[in-house]
């Protein structure tokens, strides 16, 4: 099995663990936040999601650490809530991603997978 491929059943087995929480299944994209989506194209999301993790989540010490990450007004703060990439101690409890230390190149590209693998199963009817 290679990389890509333990990556993916990574990805696969959070999201089961996470569908199983009440309150990370209770997050689910709108109709308004789908036609965002389409109007701007999954790429633009994807960069969206970089943008907002290497802000947000990324730097060792995050003073607002479990309020940085709004619950609406973008589906990616949404998928956030979802998967649980929403402030470290969610990483950390989740993905096992260490706290109190920046965010590698590679935890950053998990956790964008993760987010966009969610907002398009949220896509499909």
């Not at 990370?24 to 036609?35: G, I, P």
């Not at 920046?102 to 398009?120: A, D, F, H, P």
């Amino acid at each position: 099995m290679n990389n890509k491929e333990y990556e993916m059943i990574k990805i696969e087995n959070v999201l089961e663990r996470l569908s199983k929480s009440k309150f990370r299944a209770s997050f689910h994209l709108k109709d308004k936040d789908l036609d965002y989506i389409d109007k701007k194209g999954l790429d633009i999301i994807n960069n969206h999601t970089r943008d907002f993790i290497y802000k947000r989540l990324s730097p060792a010490v995050i003073p607002n650490d479990g309020k940085q990450t709004p619950t609406k007004n973008h589906p990616v703060f949404i998928a956030q809530h979802a998967t649980a990439t929403c402030c470290r101690k969610c990483l950390y409890k989740w993905h096992n991603i260490s706290m109190n230390k920046e965010l590698s190149n590679e935890e950053q590209c998990y956790i964008i997978k993760v987010i966009m693998t969610w907002i398009e199963r949220e896509m499909k009817p």
